[in-house]
């Protein structure tokens, strides 16, 4: 999950940089349509960064919830265990 995650920002990134790279090249001045594009460019790679951030604030409960579940099920089965070994005896 991190992985596609870290390729989308990497890929926001490299558009970033290969506008900036387009705008140095060209001209001394940048055009308003580069202006505008380097614009688009840097809210959408704002908003691949917050989803970003808010799909690993996801993960991180997400893994909470798991371990807590797992400590659950650890104590039903040491229960469970305990309670099979009183009835043998």
């Not at 798991?66 to 009835?87: F, M, P, W």
Request: hydrophobic content about 35%; overall charge positive.
């Amino acid at each position: 999950m991190k992985k596609s995650h870290t390729k989308t920002l990497s890929l926001g990134s490299a558009l970033l940089f290969a506008a900036s790279l387009m705008l140095a090249a060209c001209s001394s001045s940048p055009s308003e349509d580069e202006l505008r594009q380097l614009g688009q460019l840097k809210d959408e790679l704002a908003s691949l960064e917050r989803q970003v951030s808010q799909i690993e604030q996801q993960k991180s409960a997400l893994e909470k919830e798991i371990a807590e579940k797992n400590a659950k099920l650890k104590d039903c089965a040491d229960d469970q265990a305990t309670v099979r070994q009183r009835l043998g005896k």
